[in-house]
T-cell receptor, first 115, second 109 residues
Framework: DTEVTQTPKHLVMGMTNKKSLKCEQH?????MYWYKQKAKKPPELMFV???????INESVPSRFSPECPNSSLLNLHLHALQPEDSALYLC??????????????FGAGSRLTVL | GQNIDQPTEMTATEGAIVQINCTYQ??????LFWYQQHAGEAPTFLSY??LDGLEEKGRFSSFLSRSKGYSYLLLKELQMKDSASYLC??????????WGAGTKLIIKP
């Protein structure tokens, strides 16, 4: 299995809602990532988990809360989002963190619209 | 600061060859990646260069010159499905990926 699976593919939520994005990989990768991507822009790193521990938090607002229940799963909990948070949210995994040839495998993304 | 430059948009003809350039200034260097991203889809890995020279993989080749802070992605025998954005990314001394803004490649018949 060489895929990263993300659900849901599309999500529309109001500013008072609580929702979660889910990501799963079965490649035995020990690093998992959340990226945010706006149209015509490169991916922006949000969080990195290494061996199920949060290793990087790129000053992301607390309305985004990551969780790594086990080595295969990564969640992003969303609460009280703003319309400017509307974007494509990409999950990725890689064998490890801190290695040169560290190829990221991306999921198809969850397109989030905040009304 | 860290910076990666690549052209915003390029146009090429089906069957032709196109070269997408990338220049970088980063805090250290642990390799350069090229990813392809079709509109609305996830990036997919194309190539990785850490030593100077050319890496060939089918219709796609990637070149690196570390002394010049320069790479290019060469696409041969262009097909309509090659219309996509091409993202250059450099891994810095902290093993963080620094992304370029991407080059949108438009293929015309």
């Amino acid at each position: 299995d060489t895929e990263v699976t993300q659900t849901p593919k599309h999500l529309v939520m109001g500013m008072t809602n609580k929702k979660s994005l889910k990501c799963e990989q079965h490649m035995g990768h020990r690093a998992m990532y959340w990226y945010k991507q706006k149209a015509k822009k490169p991916p922006e790193l949000m969080f990195v988990y290494s061996y199920e521990k949060l290793s990087i938090n790129e000053s992301v607002p607390s309305r985004f809360s990551p969780e790594c229940p086990n080595s295969s799963l990564l969640n992003l909990h969303l609460h009280a989002l703003q319309p400017e948070d509307s974007a494509l949210y990409l999950c990725a995994s890689s064998p490890v963190v801190g290695s040169g040839a560290n190829v990221l495998t991306f999921g198809a993304g969850s397109r989030l619209t905040v009304l | 600061g860290q910076n990666i430059d690549q052209p915003t948009e390029m146009t090429a003809t089906e069957g032709a060859i196109v070269q997408i350039n990338c220049t970088y200034q980063t805090s250290g260097f642990n390799g350069l990646f090229w990813y392809q991203q079709h509109a609305g889809e996830a990036p997919t890995f194309l190539s990785y260069n850490v030593l100077d020279g050319l890496e060939e993989k089918g219709r796609f080749s990637s070149f690196l010159s570390r002394s010049k802070g320069y790479s290019y992605l060469l696409l041969k025998e262009l097909q309509m499905k090659d219309s996509a954005s091409y993202l250059c990314a450099v891994m810095d001394s902290n093993y963080q990926l620094i992304w370029g803004a991407g080059t949108k490649l438009i293929i015309k018949p």
